[in-house]
């Protein structure tokens, strides 16, 4: 399967752990996104790489949460001081991203995070 | 600024058709379309880029007025592999850094009875 993959797929923590998230994107896909979804919601965008530089970061971030994406390739999403608030989806998505288009963007199957 | 979708829900029989609207209070780009079954990744459908372009693939097409800041998605002769939730995805005019960033709607959920 060479569609984004993310692992874990379940993590349930205690209140005030950290917590770390992979995505491993489609090959070749320069940009890569992290989105968090909760119940009855749509997506919403966390943060987004152009190849290993961090460009973009939403107010939602804060500084508890990190995120990296070494040599471009897979990206890592870290929780510190879990709350019962963090508590969602957190999808990855990747695209091609070639220079300054819109493009299709391709969605892993998420991570669930119960805060306890 | 999240778009919004109407309606919140569709309930309909297999055959019958079904539109899905996603409006916006700021200028766009372009137009992303998502379906999501439970506990499953979205999976993309289509993307209608500024210019007013009505795409389609099979019985599922779309349409995007952008003096109007909407899109519509059109579901024709609906099976029930159609049921789940649609997202519209929306991107702000182009520049900066913010290609390909989308805000969400929050979701029209379509059922589909035998």
């Known amino acids: 399967d060479t569609g984004v993959s993310q692992n874990p797929r379940h993590k349930i923590t205690k209140r005030g752990q950290n917590v770390t998230f992979r995505c491993d994107p489609i090959?070749?896909?320069?940009?890569l996104y992290w989105y968090r979804q909760t119940l009855g919601q749509g997506p919403e965008f966390l943060t987004y790489?152009?190849?290993?530089?961090?460009?973009?970061k939403s107010r939602l971030l804060s500084d508890r949460f990190s995120a990296e994406r070494p040599k471009g390739s897979f990206s890592t999403l870290e929780i510190q001081r879990t709350e019962q608030g963090d508590s969602a989806m957190y999808l990855c998505a990747s695209s091609l991203g070639w220079g300054k288009n819109t493009d299709t963007q391709y969605f892993g199957p998420g991570t669930r995070l119960t805060v306890l | 600024q999240q778009p919004v979708q109407s309606p919140q829900a569709v309930i309909l029989r297999e055959g019958e058709d079904a539109v899905i609207n996603c409006s916006s209070s700021k200028a766009l780009y372009s137009v992303h379309w998502y379906r999501q079954k439970h506990g499953e990744a979205p999976v993309f459908l289509m993307i209608?880029?500024?210019?007013?372009e009505q795409k389609g693939h099979d019985k599922i097409s779309a349409s995007f007025n952008e003096k109007k800041q909407q899109s519509s998605l059109y579901l024709t002769a609906s099976q029930l592999s159609y049921s789940g939730t649609y997202f519209c995805g929306t991107e702000g005019q182009a520049g900066g850094t913010s290609y390909g960033k989308l805000t969400f709607g929050q979701g029209t959920i379509l059922t589909v009875h035998p």
């Open positions: 090959s070749e896909h320069n940009r």
């Open positions: 209608l880029l500024k210019g007013g």
């Open positions: 790489f152009q190849n290993e530089a961090q460009l973009e």
